[in-house]
T-cell receptor
Framework: QKEVEQDPGPLSVPEGAIVSLNCTYS??????FMWYRQYSRKGPELLMY????GNKEDGRFTAQVDKSSKYISLFIRDSQPSDSATYLC???????????FGKGTRLSVIA | DAGVIQSPRHEVTEMGQEVTLRCKPI?????LFWYRQTMMRGLELLIY????????DSGMPEDRFSAKMPNASFSTLKIQPSEPRDSAVYFC?????????????FGAGSRLTVL
């Protein structure tokens, strides 16, 4: 079992919709959770990260971690066509260990 | 800063040939990572370096793969001999490991096709 599981999609939504992207993980030792966004034929770029359970908000994006159920989510409000990309969740155990990524969810926001 | 620079961006080669991918990390970063991305397996860690020293190469698929980091500003990933199943996008990423979250900055990737 891969340490981070993610539904690959694809997910297609109309412009303005609220998008929910989800990952599950298996190792309780994970400390940090990150969301990366990858546009077609580009490298992944950090969107946001969170350390503890709870929510973190950045503009239209909210990251949520539920450590009791080993579930992490990314919500996108008022989705835009420019949000069309693959979203990768990642975990890290501690500050000096590499990230382990989910396979990514491909999102299309239709104008 | 120009970010993480990878070359070549695209490489098409024939089975059995040697392939060398290059990476220049962000100046001041002390860790470098090589990942491989395919549709089937997603983004997989191959090897990473801290202060130019290889720390974990357990993700390197076979002895055909090797990586070096001779100094803080340059790394190579070599495949010899290459096989069609090595076709993938190879990403280099760097980070500054201090405390807290390990935030990686990725390059644009090198797309390898082995015929």
């Amino acid at each position: 079992q891969k340490e981070v599981e993610q539904d690959p999609g694809p997910l297609s939504v109309p412009e303005g919709a609220i998008v929910s992207l989800n990952c599950t993980y298996s190792n309780s030792a994970f400390q940090y959770f990150m969301w990366y966004r990858q546009y077609s034929r580009k490298g992944p770029e950090l969107l946001m990260y969170t350390y503890s359970s709870g929510n973190k908000e950045d503009g239209r994006f909210t990251a949520q971690v539920d450590k009791s159920s080993k579930y992490i989510s990314l919500f996108i409000r008022d989705s835009q066509p420019s949000d069309s990309a693959t979203y990768l969740c990642a975990r890290v155990v501690s500050g000096n260990t590499p990230l382990v990524f989910g396979k990514g969810t491909r999102l299309s926001v239709i104008a | 800063d120009a970010g993480v620079i990878q070359s070549p961006r695209h490489e098409v080669t024939e089975m059995g040939q040697e392939v060398t991918l290059r990476c220049k990390p962000i100046s001041g970063h002390n860790s470098l990572f090589w990942y491989r991305q395919t549709m089937m397996r997603g983004l997989e860690l191959l090897i990473y370096f801290n202060n130019n020293v290889p720390i974990d190469d357990s993700g390197m698929p076979e002895d055909r793969f090797s990586a070096k980091m001779p100094n803080a500003s340059f790394s190579t990933l070599k495949i010899q001999p290459s096989e069609p199943r090595d076709s993938a996008v190879y990403f280099c990423a760097s980070s500054l490991l201090e405390s807290g979250a390990n935030v990686l900055t990725f390059g644009a990737g090198s797309r390898l096709t082995v015929l």
